[in-house]
């Protein structure tokens, strides 16, 4: 008897792995070229661009998947907790009003004009405002006091690393969450 299928929701995509898979199939591996005739050999010579073009969308893909912060909404107050999502070239914001349902806005972190945090002595709020937000500010009510402070921190801290014309790309993933947590504290923190 045949096995059934197994889900596709619940099978793992990792995106780089299928990148690179299809990027060998294809045969646009640096030193592993497709066709070995020789003459097609100086017309890839002669343009290098796409292949590292290539190379960079690749990089850039890994390093998104890397999330650097993660927090969710407090559930007793919140039902369907809402989630903040922070990784080195996003912001997603996935807000629940039901089982299974969710408005999930995403916006480049280099987008990203300002960063504020309400805080009391348990919960906190994150006011965010991006050119991309329709009305240009966005919040997370009922997050906890420490995640609301980090992802205000991380935050400041990308938008004055963009401003200063910083690339962050190539930090490891520890050395940055504490580089960027300590430029975007401030002196009252």
């Known amino acids: 008897m045949p096995k059934p299928a197994r889900n596709p929701i619940k099978i793992p995509l990792d995106i780089p792995q299928a990148i690179k898979r299809a990027s ?38 890994e390093k998104a998947q890397d999330v650097l912060f993660e927090a969710n909404t407090t559930f007793p107050l919140t039902l369907f ?3 903040v999502s922070l990784d080195r070239e ?6 629940r009003s039901f089982f299974r349902t969710a408005k999930i806005i995403s916006v480049p972190v280099s987008s990203i004009l300002s960063a504020e ?16 937000f329709v009305q240009n500010a966005y919040s997370v009510n009922y ?17 004055i690393a963009h401003e200063k014309k910083i ?4 930090i490891e993933k520890e050395d940055l969450l504490i580089l960027l947590n300590d430029l975007g504290q401030g002196v009252n923190d």
Do not use: C
């Not at 945090?117 to 991309?132: E, L, Q, R, W, Y």
């Not at 006091?145 to 990308?158: N, P, S, W």
């Open 143 to 159: 997050l906890w006091r420490k995640d609301a402070i980090e992802i205000q921190h991380l935050l400041q801290g990308f938008i």
């Open 81 to 83: 907790p809402d989630t």
């Open 24 to 61: 060998l199939y294809l045969g646009r591996v640096p030193g592993k070229p497709a066709d070995t005739n020789e003459e097609t050999q100086p017309a890839q010579a002669a343009a290098p661009e796409p292949q590292e073009a290539h190379e960079k969308l690749i990089d850039i893909t």
């Open 117 to 132: 945090a309400d805080v009391g002595p348990f919960f906190g709020s994150v006011h965010m405002t991006s050119k991309f």
């Open 167 to 170: 690339d962050v790309t190539d």
């Open 90 to 95: 996003k912001l997603t914001v996935a807000t």
